[in-house]
T-cell receptor, first 116, second 111 residues
Framework: DSGVTQTPKHLITATGQRVTLRCSPR?????VYWYQQSLDQGLQFLIH???????AKGNILERFSAQQFPDLHSELNLSSLELGDSALYFC???????????????FGPGTRLTVL | GESVGLHLPTLSVQEGDNSIINCAYS??????FIWYKQESGKGPQFIID?????DKRQGQRVTVLLNKTVKHLSLQIAATQPGDSAVYFC??????????FGKGTRLSVIA
């Protein structure tokens, strides 16, 4: 168990809908990263937050947004869902702000999103 | 930008044998590399990392080798066990740029 929690574990919804995925980092970690894992694209970095502030953006669609709250949990909002958004969504946390090269990222168990 | 690829999508090894999983990266500026293990239904789990100022790093039953000349790294697992069955990813980054992951190699251990 990495100490990172994600809810829900599974989510099934329809095209055009909006969902919110939640992540709680390990105790003491201030950085949260979101990733999308699909069969054809592998693990893709979406966005990084540190202590409530956005630090880096990856291949995140404009339909997707995220935030990190004062208690350090983070939410990933996905709107106007399309079939191609079906994937596993992982969050990872780390202690420091400096990005992936500075300290280890610990991954949560993921949320499996299915868009029908 | 960086791209990371693995040489083989699947690898089968006999229990007790050593496993070698290979990875290639494209950006010569990449200076930090990580191997992750992902078991079915779980998130990626950190195994071992290496910085570009090193050629080799050892952990418990695992060794990572880095060849910067040909932009190649490998993960060696000694005395492979059934519990090692999983998908293994390498990831690379330069400075504080986001991690770029390879597509993964599925390791199957034959008892």
């Amino acid at each position: 168990d990495s100490g990172v929690t994600q809810t829900p574990k599974h989510l099934i919804t329809a095209t055009g809908q909006r969902v919110t995925l939640r992540c709680s980092p390990r105790s003491g970690d201030l950085s949260v990263y979101w990733y999308q894992q699909s069969l054809d694209q592998g693990l893709q970095f979406l966005i990084h937050y540190y202590n409530g502030e956005e630090r880096a953006k990856g291949n995140i669609l404009e339909r997707f947004s995220a935030q990190q709250f004062p208690d350090l949990h983070s939410e990933l909002n996905l709107s106007s869902l399309e079939l191609g958004d079906s994937a596993l969504y992982f969050c990872a946390s780390s202690e420091l702000a400096g990005g992936p090269g500075t300290d280890t990222q610990y991954f949560g168990p993921g949320t499996r999103l299915t868009v029908l | 930008g960086e791209s990371v690829g693995l040489h083989l999508p699947t690898l089968s090894v006999q229990e007790g044998d050593n496993s070698i999983i290979n990875c290639a990266y494209s950006n010569s500026a990449s200076d930090y590399f990580i191997w992750y293990k992902q078991e079915s239904g779980k998130g990626p789990q950190f195994i071992i990392d290496i910085r570009s100022n090193m050629d080799k790093r050892q952990g418990q039953r695992v060794t990572v080798l880095l060849n910067k000349t040909v932009k190649h790294l490998s993960l060696q697992i000694a005395a492979t066990q059934p519990g090692d069955s999983a998908v293994y990813f390498c990831a690379a980054t330069s400075g504080n740029t986001p991690l770029v992951f390879g597509k993964g190699t599925r390791l199957s251990v034959i008892a």
